[in-house]
Protein backbone atom coordinates (compact mmCIF):
# COMPACT_ATOMS: atom_id res chain seq x y z
CA UNK A 1 0.00 0.00 0.00
CA UNK A 2 2.76 2.91 1.12
CA UNK A 3 6.49 2.51 -0.05
CA UNK A 4 9.34 2.03 1.83
CA UNK A 5 10.25 5.42 1.66
CA UNK A 6 6.91 6.21 2.92
CA UNK A 7 6.94 3.95 5.92
CA UNK A 8 10.50 5.42 7.00
CA UNK A 9 9.22 9.12 6.64
CA UNK A 10 6.38 7.97 9.04
CA UNK A 11 8.12 5.77 11.20
CA UNK A 12 11.34 8.36 11.25
CA UNK A 13 10.89 11.31 10.25
CA UNK A 14 13.97 14.00 10.13
CA UNK A 15 11.82 16.94 10.69
CA UNK A 16 9.38 16.45 13.14
CA UNK A 17 8.84 18.71 16.19
CA UNK A 18 8.84 22.21 16.75
CA UNK A 19 11.13 25.35 16.64
CA UNK A 20 12.53 28.07 18.72
CA UNK A 21 13.27 31.06 17.22
CA UNK A 22 11.16 30.21 13.48
CA UNK A 23 10.30 33.60 12.33
CA UNK A 24 7.94 31.73 9.81
CA UNK A 25 4.72 29.48 10.80
CA UNK A 26 2.25 28.24 8.59
CA UNK A 27 -0.84 25.86 9.82
CA UNK A 28 -3.40 24.16 7.02
CA UNK A 29 -5.83 21.12 7.58
CA UNK A 30 -8.63 19.66 5.83
CA UNK A 31 -11.58 18.71 7.47
CA UNK A 32 -12.80 15.84 5.60
CA UNK A 33 -10.07 13.67 6.81
CA UNK A 34 -9.10 15.38 9.63
CA UNK A 35 -5.41 16.58 8.97
CA UNK A 36 -3.60 19.36 10.51
CA UNK A 37 0.39 20.47 9.59
CA UNK A 38 1.78 23.03 10.72
CA UNK A 39 4.95 24.26 9.36
CA UNK A 40 7.94 26.02 11.10
CA UNK A 41 10.75 27.65 9.08
CA UNK A 42 13.80 29.81 9.85
CA UNK A 43 14.64 32.26 7.39
CA UNK A 44 17.96 34.28 6.98
CA UNK A 45 18.15 37.58 6.33
CA UNK A 46 18.61 36.62 2.28
CA UNK A 47 15.59 35.46 2.32
CA UNK A 48 17.27 31.75 2.41
CA UNK A 49 15.55 29.05 4.16
CA UNK A 50 18.27 27.43 7.35
CA UNK A 51 16.04 25.33 8.57
CA UNK A 52 11.89 23.69 8.76
CA UNK A 53 10.32 21.63 11.02
CA UNK A 54 6.78 20.44 11.07
CA UNK A 55 4.02 18.84 13.50
CA UNK A 56 1.66 16.91 11.89
CA UNK A 57 -1.57 15.47 13.24
CA UNK A 58 -2.96 12.59 10.60
CA UNK A 59 -2.13 9.76 9.31
CA UNK A 60 0.86 7.72 7.66
CA UNK A 61 0.64 9.69 4.35
CA UNK A 62 0.36 13.33 6.52
CA UNK A 63 3.41 12.84 8.43
CA UNK A 64 5.43 11.63 5.44
CA UNK A 65 4.64 13.95 3.15
CA UNK A 66 5.29 17.21 5.60
CA UNK A 67 8.41 15.49 6.18
CA UNK A 68 9.50 15.40 2.88
CA UNK A 69 8.53 18.95 1.94
CA UNK A 70 10.86 20.32 4.77
CA UNK A 71 13.91 18.42 3.22
CA UNK A 72 12.68 19.77 -0.47
CA UNK A 73 12.85 23.63 1.03
CA UNK A 74 16.23 23.24 2.85
CA UNK A 75 18.60 25.42 1.89
CA UNK A 76 16.47 27.00 -0.81
CA UNK A 77 15.64 30.59 -1.70
CA UNK A 78 11.87 31.73 -0.62
CA UNK A 79 11.00 31.49 -4.45
CA UNK A 80 12.74 28.55 -4.71
CA UNK A 81 10.55 26.93 -1.69
CA UNK A 82 7.44 28.28 -3.28
CA UNK A 83 8.19 26.25 -6.71
CA UNK A 84 8.16 23.13 -4.84
CA UNK A 85 5.12 20.87 -6.10
CA UNK A 86 3.27 17.99 -4.18
CA UNK A 87 4.23 16.76 -7.37
CA UNK A 88 7.73 16.62 -6.41
CA UNK A 89 6.54 15.31 -2.87
CA UNK A 90 4.84 12.74 -3.98
CA UNK A 91 7.76 11.43 -6.44
CA UNK A 92 10.68 11.51 -3.86
CA UNK A 93 7.67 9.24 -1.47
CA UNK A 94 7.47 6.64 -4.19
CA UNK A 95 3.12 7.77 -4.54
CA UNK A 96 0.78 7.44 -2.08
CA UNK A 97 -2.74 5.96 -3.00
CA UNK A 98 -5.08 7.90 -4.65
CA UNK A 99 -7.19 8.59 -1.94
CA UNK A 100 -4.00 10.18 0.25
CA UNK A 101 -2.60 12.54 -2.41
CA UNK A 102 -4.24 15.26 -0.65
CA UNK A 103 -1.37 14.47 2.19
CA UNK A 104 0.71 16.10 -0.50
CA UNK A 105 -1.11 18.97 -1.23
CA UNK A 106 -1.27 19.86 1.71
CA UNK A 107 2.33 19.43 2.45
CA UNK A 108 2.72 21.72 -0.24
CA UNK A 109 0.09 24.85 1.23
CA UNK A 110 1.78 24.12 4.31
CA UNK A 111 5.14 25.63 2.90
CA UNK A 112 2.99 28.45 1.10
CA UNK A 113 1.46 29.29 4.11
CA UNK A 114 4.59 29.41 6.44
CA UNK A 115 6.03 32.20 3.82
CA UNK A 116 2.62 34.12 3.59
CA UNK A 117 3.27 34.25 7.22
CA UNK A 118 6.59 35.21 7.06
CA UNK A 119 5.74 38.25 4.86
CA UNK A 120 2.91 39.44 7.11
CA UNK A 121 5.70 39.19 10.30
CA UNK A 122 7.77 41.13 8.01
CA UNK A 123 4.93 43.95 7.50
CA UNK A 124 4.51 44.14 11.27
CA UNK A 125 8.01 44.79 11.64
CA UNK A 126 8.08 47.14 8.74
CA UNK A 127 5.14 49.02 10.14
CA UNK A 128 6.81 48.93 14.13
CA UNK A 129 10.12 50.47 12.31
CA UNK A 130 8.37 53.31 10.68
CA UNK A 131 8.08 56.53 12.93
CA UNK A 132 5.44 59.11 12.55
CA UNK A 133 5.92 62.71 11.39
CA UNK A 134 5.76 65.28 14.02
CA UNK A 135 3.50 67.81 13.32
CA UNK A 136 4.95 71.41 14.18
CA UNK A 137 2.50 73.96 14.90
Known sequence: ?????VIDRFQN????????????????????????MKMYLKIDDNGVIENAKFK????????????????????????????VTNKQVLDLLGELPPHKIHCSILAEESIKAAIQNYYERKEKELKKSVKKPINYV
Open 13 to 36: PRNAGGMHGANAIGEVGNAACGDI
Open 56 to 83: TFGCCAAIASTDMACDLIKGKTIDEALK
Open 1 to 5: MYSKT
